[in-house]
Nanobody
Framework: QPRLVESGGGLVQSGGSLRLSCTTS????????VGWFRQAPGKEREGVAA????????DYADFAKGRFTVSRADGKKTVYLQMNNLRFEDTAVYFC????????????????WGQGTQVTVST
C-alpha cells in the first residue's frame, strides 16, 4: 500500500510558524492532488488545505485562510503547508493525503494517507 510521509511538525509558541512537508518515494506525487487534514484529540478529522495538479486549484478551510499556504515544490515531488501565526487551537496531528482526483477538503475523496505529524502550539 503506497504511503505518504509528513515531516516538519513540532512544538511552537503561539504566533509562531511551521512548515510541514509531504512527500513519497513510491509514486509521482506531482500527478496527484494533495490535501492536508488535521485531527485534534476528541475531535473529527477536518480539512485544512488542498491543491490540485493542474492550475492549480487551491482551497482552504476558513480557519486557514490568510495564515496557511499550500504549495508544491519545484519539481513537484513535495507539497508544503506553511503555517503562520499559529494559535493554540491549531494543535493537532496533521496528515497529508493524495488521490488522482481532486477531492477539495473532503477526506473521503483521498485514498493514500501518511501517518501524520504532531503540531503543538503553546500559549
Amino acid at each position: 500500500q503506497p504511503r505518504l510521509v509528513e515531516s516538519g511538525g513540532g512544538l511552537v509558541q503561539s504566533g509562531g510558524s511551521l512548515r510541514l512537508s509531504c512527500t513519497t518515494s513510491e509514486f509521482a506525487l506531482e500527478d496527484y492532488a494533495v490535501g492536508w487534514f488535521r485531527q485534534a484529540p476528541g475531535k473529527e478529522r477536518e480539512g485544512v488545505a488542498a491543491i490540485s495538479t493542474h492550475g492549480p486549484t487551491i482551497d482552504y478551510a476558513d480557519f486557514a485562510k490568510g495564515r496557511f499556504t499550500v504549495s508544491r515544490a519545484d519539481g513537484k515531488k513535495t507539497v508544503y503547508l506553511q503555517m503562520n501565526n499559529l494559535r493554540f487551537e491549531d494543535t493537532a496531528v496533521y496528515f497529508c493525503a493524495a488521490d488522482l482526483w481532486y477531492g477539495d477538503l473532503d477526506a473521503k475523496e483521498y485514498s493514500i494517507w501518511g501517518q501524520g505529524t504532531q503540531v503543538t502550539v503553546s500559549t
